[in-house]
């Protein structure tokens, strides 16, 4: 399987190093790139990672055979709107975003009958870093890449889809864009709505900074998700914030329950709490279904 050209729209990290990859696994022979910042694209350009720019996302898409999106979720609609026009029915359209049914309705809105190239796509991988200067060819090696077709894409899109992100080493999975978002609002957005509470609430406090230089490996282990790009995060909270919003509650009654028990000294049933959390802990296992 070889594709004649990608169409990159976005040559950032998850970009750039889907380009990378694709040409290591020497699956593309051309990269035309495009971003909203000339400067970025001219980078991607002297880095190797695109052969040519693109001054804009629709000349990214001519005589493309593969195209990605690589750009927040957020601008997925406008992209989309852009290149309509020279999406065909043979070409495979894919994108990198973190929640799915928000992307999968502006596909519909948008593609209308070429929406069977679309093949949505989520990689299980990303760095707390941004920008090309980060692109890694092996960023997606042994990762998972969650595809959540609707019914109507394409089997030969989906097929090519899901032979591509093997071809780069990574392990695919099919799920519905609603069963994909209400997971990973679980295991993905929830971890960072906490992660960005817990640095505000210690660096708001008077003696925030002294507390911050005396934090631990595990303090640093537990709090590495909040450094992630701003801009992204906030456009991930807000696409998902229903299915957030219900998981944040759940959160809050199981700390609540744990508050109850260490105001009331309840030292058996605390223990219990933690040693059914320590328990599910030790068993989990990053496997087929791995999370970043």
Same mark, same amino acid.
């Given at each position: 399987m070889m594709f004649e050209q990608l169409g990159l729209i976005g040559c950032g990290l998850m970009g750039g190093s889907f380009a990378l990859a694709l040409k290591r696994a020497g699956l593309v022979k051309r990269v035309v790139g495009y971003s909203k %910042? /000339?400067?970025t694209t001219e980078r991607a350009r002297q880095m190797g990672v695109i052969d040519v720019e693109a001054p804009s996302a629709l000349l990214a898409v001519s005589g493309a055979d593969l195209v990605l999106l690589a750009v /927040?979720?957020?601008?997925? &609609? @406008? @992209?989309?709107?852009?290149?309509? +026009?020279?999406?065909?029915?043979?070409?495979?359209?894919?994108?990198?975003?973190? @929640?799915?049914?928000?992307?999968?309705d502006a596909a519909r809105r948008v593609l209308r009958d070429q929406v069977g190239s679309f093949v949505p796509a989520h990689p299980i991988t990303g760095r707390e870093v941004s920008g090309v200067e980060h692109a890694d060819a092996e960023l997606y090696a042994g990762k998972q890449v969650i595809l959540t077709p609707i019914e109507r894409t394409l089997t030969a899109q989906l097929q090519k889809a899901?032979?591509?992100?093997?071809?780069?080493?990574? +392990?695919?999975?099919?799920?519905?864009?609603?069963? +994909?978002?209400?997971?990973?609002?679980?295991? %993905?957005?929830? /971890?960072?709505?906490i992660a960005f509470a817990l640095m505000n609430a210690i660096s708001g406090q008077p003696q925030g900074k002294e507390y911050l230089g005396l934090a631990g490996p595990g303090f640093r282990d537990f709090t590495r998700i909040a450094a992630s790009d701003p801009q992204i995060w906030r456009d991930i909270l807000l696409a998902n914030r229903e299915q957030l919003l219900a998981q944040s509650k759940l959160f809050q009654r199981n700390l609540q329950a744990? &508050?109850?028990?260490?105001?009331?000294?309840?030292? &058996?049933?605390? &223990?219990?709490?933690?040693?059914?959390? %320590? +328990?599910?802990?030790?068993?989990?296992?990053?496997?087929?279904r791995a999370n970043r």
């Amino acid at each position: 399987m070889m594709f004649e050209q990608l169409g990159l729209i976005g040559c950032g990290l998850m970009g750039g190093s889907f380009a990378l990859a694709l040409k290591r696994a020497g699956l593309v022979k051309r990269v035309v790139g495009y971003s909203k %910042s /000339p400067s970025t694209t001219e980078r991607a350009r002297q880095m190797g990672v695109i052969d040519v720019e693109a001054p804009s996302a629709l000349l990214a898409v001519s005589g493309a055979d593969l195209v990605l999106l690589a750009v /927040p979720v957020a601008a997925t &609609e @406008t @992209t989309l709107k852009a290149i309509r +026009h020279l999406i065909t029915p043979t070409m495979l359209v894919m994108d990198v975003g973190s @929640t799915k049914r928000d992307v999968v309705d502006a596909a519909r809105r948008v593609l209308r009958d070429q929406v069977g190239s679309f093949v949505p796509a989520h990689p299980i991988t990303g760095r707390e870093v941004s920008g090309v200067e980060h692109a890694d060819a092996e960023l997606y090696a042994g990762k998972q890449v969650i595809l959540t077709p609707i019914e109507r894409t394409l089997t030969a899109q989906l097929q090519k889809a899901t032979e591509t992100w093997t071809a780069l080493g990574c +392990h695919v999975v099919n799920m519905a864009p609603e069963a +994909h978002d209400a997971a990973f609002a679980a295991v %993905s957005h929830l /971890p960072h709505l906490i992660a960005f509470a817990l640095m505000n609430a210690i660096s708001g406090q008077p003696q925030g900074k002294e507390y911050l230089g005396l934090a631990g490996p595990g303090f640093r282990d537990f709090t590495r998700i909040a450094a992630s790009d701003p801009q992204i995060w906030r456009d991930i909270l807000l696409a998902n914030r229903e299915q957030l919003l219900a998981q944040s509650k759940l959160f809050q009654r199981n700390l609540q329950a744990l &508050e109850v028990m260490i105001s009331s000294g309840n030292i &058996e049933a605390l &223990e219990d709490l933690i040693d059914q959390a %320590s +328990h599910t802990r030790s068993h989990w296992r990053m496997g087929t279904r791995a999370n970043r």
